[in-house]
Nanobody, 123 residues
Framework: QVQLVESGGGLVQAGGSLRLSCAAS????????MGWYRQAPGKQRELVAT???????NYADSVKGRFTISRDNAKNTVFLQMNSLKPEDTAVYYC?????????????????WGQGTQVTVSS
C-alpha cells in the first residue's frame, strides 16, 4: 500500500506564500504522476498541478504563473510552491500519485490520495 501525507497548509494573507509538501511511503517501484488537487466549499475538486517522473508539468489556468510544482523522485515527494495567493485559492488541497508498488512479493498499481491540507487565504 502507498500512503500520501501532505503538510504545509495554513492561514496566510492575500499576496503571501505557502509551500505544500506531499511524501509517499511504501515499497514504491515507480510513480508516473504526482499532483495537487483542491476543493473549495460547494465546488468540485479540481486539478491544480501535476508533474510526471520525467518532470513534465501541467497547471490549471487559474494558478499558472503563481504556483510551481516540483518533485524529488528519490524521496517520492512532491511540492507546491504557492505565491501571490488570493482568497479564491482557499480550499482543501489534496495530493495524488499513481504508479506501482510492491508488497514484498507482488507488484500492484496504485492511485492514492492524501488526507488533505487546508489552505485559507484572507483578505
Amino acid at each position: 500500500q502507498v500512503q500520501l501525507v501532505e503538510s504545509g497548509g495554513g492561514l496566510v494573507q492575500a499576496g503571501g506564500s505557502l509551500r505544500l509538501s506531499c511524501a509517499a511511503s511504501g515499497i514504491i517501484l515507480s510513480i508516473s504522476h504526482m499532483g495537487w488537487y483542491r476543493q473549495a466549499p460547494g465546488k468540485q475538486r479540481e486539478l491544480v498541478a501535476t508533474i510526471t517522473s520525467g518532470g513534465i508539468t501541467n497547471y490549471a489556468d487559474s494558478v499558472k504563473g503563481r504556483f510551481t510544482i516540483s518533485r524529488d523522485n528519490a524521496k517520492n515527494t512532491v511540492f507546491l510552491q504557492m505565491n501571490s495567493l488570493k482568497p479564491e485559492d482557499t480550499a482543501v488541497y489534496y495530493c495524488n500519485a499513481d504508479g506501482t508498488y510492491s508488497n514484498g512479493r507482488y507488484t500492484f498499481a496504485f492511485n492514492s490520495w492524501g488526507q488533505g491540507t487546508q489552505v485559507t487565504v484572507s483578505s
